[in-house]
């Protein structure tokens, strides 16, 4: 068992880590967010395997039923990002490279194995805290930041319609062909008549 | 039969760390801002997975991982929702989406 | 009521404060929905002017009645009893076709080489005809109608190409798919047939459907005189042009003295083999005519209505039966030519 | 399935493996199954519906018509447009259908026949429903076609619009049972309508507490049915497939077994959340007789609730063919104002009518003192008068959960009436000249 569950971390984290690769350097955008998808997907998955069975279904349901839905739909209204020709990195995406190799390298040799963590002794019966605990938890001790988070959805929610909002009076409006045809004449005869004065004005 | 016994700590910690690494190097390297918005996503993702294994390695039966989780899943919604309305405005404004064209207030 | 606007005007149905709506509508709808539901299941459609039952016919099973002016592809009469075509080869509908699908050769006399108001060979090409049923309504004999049998799906493309033996159908026949239609025209029908009944001799405008039903040998050899028939026919046409829709006392008069005199002339001129036909024809029961096409008609309509074998000619195959179809059809037509000048 | 394997071969995760690959192999042929039946039965039912047959040459009554049909989307020619984004056309008709066949992992077919059975299976059934979405954006995308586009992004919005109702209207059921568990959901609502389990002492379990029969729940089933019709895009709200307008939707550019993977996946998700709606609001596998048969003869009446669940789900979909035989298509301007305007606040209202119920049911219950949450007014306890009695409660919070939902209903329906001001001329200018601001 001890072995099929490692085979099974091995393969989701591979596949994360490449799904993560490519969201940073696939051309086409729009490849990109679906590929972050996956690998939302298989971090949820990680949850699952961590018996986070909560945090791994809300995973599911915000980042992939909203956030990357949320994702796609700007890029489709942005349209000209999805073209492949352009340049998709900066010039000097290399010290970028460096940066975060060098992160890292930190990350990795001093923190994560120069320490000895105290995981918890195995074969002990430990009880997990279970999505009860979770729902008490929110209305008890962590209240307040319970209550702040709430806010902030609300002033998000706010703020992205404030900020993605066009005037109706500012948008383009779709003509109907009675509309159309007034338009055409009009334009028509400012055409007709912008010669003339401007004739009259060269020759005064 | 739990994926403590199976899978160290450390193996867990360094899928993470691998995971915000390329979401940094995404953020700073992409010049499409929802490129730029993509790569925090993954960080995001990368600090909630060590979230959640450090909860599930060293405190299980407290819930403070989980729910420090949720509060970033939720931090990070408002954040997608907020930087693609703005994305959107910038778009609608300057027909570009590329960040390094963005650069009027720089003098 | 009608409002106007700067830009033009609207019609505006005014129907007064719209009242409280809490899916009543909906309801309604959803009850009509059922309603038809629970009725198809006990119902079936009778009348048109019924509004629920099934109104599902399942064809090859059930079969809706067709209407009598209904018209698929155009069919000739012959008379049951007689056995004589009503067709009188006049070339009308040969004439107005507009496809030009309709070939026809006029029988003549074998004495004298005059024609006869009959038809030697009729010949429909199916596979173009577009139905319109104007050869129908233009024939002055109602020799040429419009059946009801539209099962005629084949691969045989050939064999689409019909010709007399297969267009002949007894008047019994027409009468029960249009009673009506039929009993119209009857009288004038069967008048100007008797009429020109007089003026044919021997097999001439006998049916071979009617003839020969029950024998195969007959039609096989029909086949050289009609072909023997065609050149004279095209030497003796232009004289003799298609009688007009009414003939007169003084012109049938007319006609059977000339005919008359065409028999008084003959000699040895007629063929050998057109004698052999005048005997084969005049040998078969006439009698037996309608029961054999009585017999015929479960065979055309299952399916393959006219096969190979059934052809005038009994001509075996189907890719000898594209040239001898494109053969035949060159004579016919240069003989049309001709005719015409 | 996992106990019974054990029992025999001892503990071991080969077993386990074993024991989920033999029930996912048991899912992946029933809902194939399913969803022929269901294509057969919604053409032989509309058919009806418009005075007509429906097939029945193929087998008898035409119960082979789906063979025939799968047949031919097996033989057709497999299309990928030359423009399209291959892989991402490829892989979206999984991706639309492979989370609904993961729906039915967590829902129990009947007693003791849930695949799995987790705590939260009713945010997983929202969570992974939303799945689909990406892959209807993707086919709609990956097709390079405007009209596959213009459908996904219909697609997608008339999902994420319509999931928020839905989701606050099972949150709604969630409050009123505290549990999160689909395979709980059927024992809560055992005895009488209304009164629920409160009596089971006196009466026997007739299984007819359905929730559907309280006034949260009413709503709720109302509100869920809506949002079910409107996610798997059934006729009155089809209109990402509206066929007299953008062809197809995103469907336009598929073919042969993809475009039949789409279609599986379409009707699948109406099954399954048929099964969800009847599980939650039609009280699952409870019918008279049946709580009765489980504890006489467990296997049998295990067999019996899968039966009567499965003709509960069968109903619904049934409503909705007849829903299709009976409406026309919604407007996109009428679908998003119905779901934002109205739906939305009715089950934002119907969450504080379930608080309420609770609240009557548990408030002081038992010994008040030891209670912090308990407060009191001027040291009376507001609802001391109810006493201990859950049956006078229940009765009261039916009565006040009644008035404030047929209060919200009514109000709900009154404010989306169309303004005063608006006359029919007005109307008729707009809609005669293009001046119409949609709502």
């Given at each position: 068992m001890n072995i099929l569950i490692m085979v099974i971390f091995v393969v989701l984290a591979a596949f994360t880590l490449a799904a993560g690769v490519m969201v940073v350097t696939v051309k086409n955008i729009i490849h990109a967010a679906l590929w972050l998808i996956a690998s939302f997907f298989s971090v949820a998955a990680m949850y699952l395997l961590m018996e986070a069975e909560f945090i791994a279904i809300v995973q599911v349901l915000v980042y992939v039923g909203a956030i990357s839905i949320l994702v796609l739909f700007a890029i489709m209204l942005t349209r000209h990002v999805t073209g492949e020709g352009v340049r998709q990195l900066y010039k000097r995406w290399w010290i970028a490279l460096i940066v975060a190799a060098a992160l890292f390298g930190v990350l990795i040799v001093p923190t994560v194995f120069n320490y000895e963590w105290a995981v918890q002794p195995s074969g002990a019966q430990i009880s997990i805290a279970s999505t009860v605990e979770i729902g008490t938890a929110f209305m008890r001790e962590y209240l307040l930041p319970f209550e702040v988070a709430s806010v902030l959805l609300l002033v998000a929610l706010i703020g992205a319609i404030v900020i993605a909002f066009e005037e109706r009076s500012t948008r383009r409006r779709v003509l109907t062909l009675a509309e159309e045809v007034e338009q055409r004449r009009q334009r028509n005869e400012s055409l007709r008549l912008a010669p003339t004065t401007h004739a009259s004005e060269t020759s005064e | 039969m739990n994926m403590v016994d199976a899978v160290p700590l450390p193996w867990v910690l360094a899928v993470a760390a691998g995971l915000f690494c390329i979401g940094l190097f995404g953020a700073l390297s992409r010049r499409n801002t929802v490129g730029i918005l993509l790569g925090v996503e993954l960080m995001l993702n990368a600090v909630n997975l060590n979230l959640i294994a450090f909860w599930r390695y060293l405190e299980p039966n407290v819930v403070a991982g989980q729910v420090f989780a949720l509060f970033i899943i939720t931090v990070a919604a408002a954040e997608a929702a907020v930087g693609l309305a703005m994305i959107i405005a910038i778009y609608r404004t300057r027909l570009t989406v590329n960040a390094d064209e963005v650069d009027s207030l720089k003098g | 009521m009608t409002v106007e606007f700067d830009r033009g005007k609207a019609y505006v149905v005014d129907r007064g404060q719209p009242k409280l709506r809490a899916g009543q509508g909906m309801i309604a709808g959803l009850d009509v929905v059922i309603r038809h539901f629970f009725s198809a299941f006990t119902k079936?459609?009778?009348?048109?002017?019924?509004?629920?039952?099934?109104?599902t016919v399942q064809y090859p099973e059930e079969r809706l009645a067709m209407p009598e002016a209904f018209r698929n592809f155009p069919i000739l009469l012959f008379d049951?009893?007689?056995?004589?075509?009503?067709?009188?080869?006049?070339f009308q509908c040969e004439r107005i076709c507009p496809p030009q699908v309709i070939h026809m050769t006029q029988a003549v006399?074998?004495?004298?080489?005059k024609p006869v108001p009959a038809v030697a060979e009729f010949m429909i090409e199916y596979d173009a005809c577009m139905s319109c049923g104007l050869c129908a309504e233009v024939c002055p004999f109602d020799a040429i109608k419009m059946d009801h049998d539209f099962e005629l799906a084949t691969d045989d493309r050939a064999g689409m190409t019909v010709r007399k033996a297969d267009l002949d159908r007894p008047v019994s026949y027409y009468e029960t798919i249009a009673p009506t239609r039929w009993a119209e025209v009857k009288d004038g029908a069967y008048k100007k047939l008797q009429g020109n009944i007089k003026r044919r001799s021997g097999s001439i405008g006998l049916s071979p459907r009617a003839a020969t039903a029950p024998k195969k040998a007959a039609p096989a050899a029909a086949k050289p005189a009609a072909g023997v028939a065609k050149p004279v026919a095209v030497k003796t046409?232009?004289?003799?042009?298609a009688p007009g829709k009414n003939m007169s006392e003084e012109k049938l008069a007319r006609l059977l003295s000339i005919r008359a005199a065409n028999v008084a002339k003959a000699g040895g001129a007629a063929p050998a083999e057109a004698e052999e036909v005048l005997a084969t024809a005049d040998t078969d029961?006439?009698?037996e005519a309608p029961a054999a096409v009585a017999a015929a008609r479960p065979v055309s309509s299952g399916g393959i209505p006219f096969s190979a074998d059934n052809l005038l000619g009994g001509v075996p195959a189907n890719t000898t039966m594209a040239e001898d179809k494109v053969e035949r059809l060159k004579s016919i037509r240069s003989g049309n030519l001709a005719r015409r000048g | 399935m996992l106990q019974f394997l054990e029992n025999i071969f001892g503990p071991s995760w080969i077993v386990s493996l074993i024991a989920f690959l033999i029930s996912t192999t048991v899912i992946l042929i029933v809902t194939p199954v399913t969803f022929m039946m269901m294509t057969w039965f919604e053409r032989r039912i509309v058919a009806r519906m418009q005075d007509r047959l429906g097939p029945n040459r193929v087998g008898p009554a035409g119960l082979l018509q789906a063979v025939a049909d799968g047949v031919k989307m097996f033989t057709k020619e497999n299309i990928t447009p030359r423009a399209a984004d291959k892989w991402v056309h490829l892989i979206a008709p999984l991706v639309a259908t492979g989370p609904v066949i993961f729906l039915f992992a967590v829902i129990p077919w009947g007693y003791g026949l849930s695949p799995v059975d987790i705590n939260v299976s009713v945010l997983f059934v929202i969570a992974v429903s939303s799945i689909s979405a990406v892959g209807l954006m993707m086919g709609g995308w990956g097709s390079n076609n405007k009209f596959a586009l213009l459908g996904a992004m219909r697609a997608v919005a008339q999902m994420v619009s319509y999931e928020i109702p839905a989701v606050i209207a099972l949150l709604s059921m969630v409050l009123f049972t505290g549990t999160m568990n689909l395979n709980k959901y059927t024992e809560l609502q055992g005895g009488l309508p209304i009164l629920g389990n409160t009596l089971k002492d006196v009466i026997p379990d007739l299984g007819l507490g359905w929730f559907v029969f309280t006034p949260i729940g009413l709503v709720g089933f109302m509100i869920f049915f809506i949002c079910i019709l409107s996610e798997g895009e059934r006729t009155p709200f089809d209109i990402p497939e509206a066929d007299s307008e953008i062809v197809a939707g995103y469907m336009t550019e598929y073919s042969g077994m993809k475009f039949a993977v789409f279609y599986m996946g379409q009707f699948l998700f109406n099954y399954a959340l048929s099964m969800v709606a009847s599980i939650i609001f039609l009280g699952g596998w409870n019918f008279p007789g049946i709580p009765q048969l489980i504890s006489i003869a467990p296997p049998i009446g295990a067999l019996a609730s899968a039966v009567v669940l499965g003709a509960k789900a069968w109903f619904l979909f049934f409503v909705m063919i007849w829903l299709r035989g009976a409406f026309p298509r919604l407007r996109m301007d009428q679908l998003m104002a119905f779901a934002w305007k109205f739906l939305l606040p009715l089950a934002l209202i119907n969450i504080l009518s379930a608080a309420l119920w609770l609240t009557i049911m548990l408030w002081c219950t038992g010994d008040c003192t030891q209670n912090p949450w308990v407060f009191t007014v001027g040291g009376i306890n507001p609802l001391g008068w109810l006493g201990n009695s859950p049956v006078l409660r229940q009765l009261v919070g039916f009565v006040l959960t009644a008035i404030i939902n047929a209060g919200a209903f009514f109000w709900l329906l009154n404010v989306n009436r169309r303004p005063a001001g608006e006359t029919p001329a007005d109307l008729a200018r707009d809609q005669a000249f293009g001046t119409a601001s949609l709502p």
């Open positions: - | - | 079936k459609l009778e009348t048109p002017d019924e509004t629920s039952g099934v109104f049951d009893t007689t056995g004589q075509e009503l067709c009188t080869s006049c006399d074998p004495t004298t080489g046409a232009m004289p003799m042009a029961d006439v009698a | -």
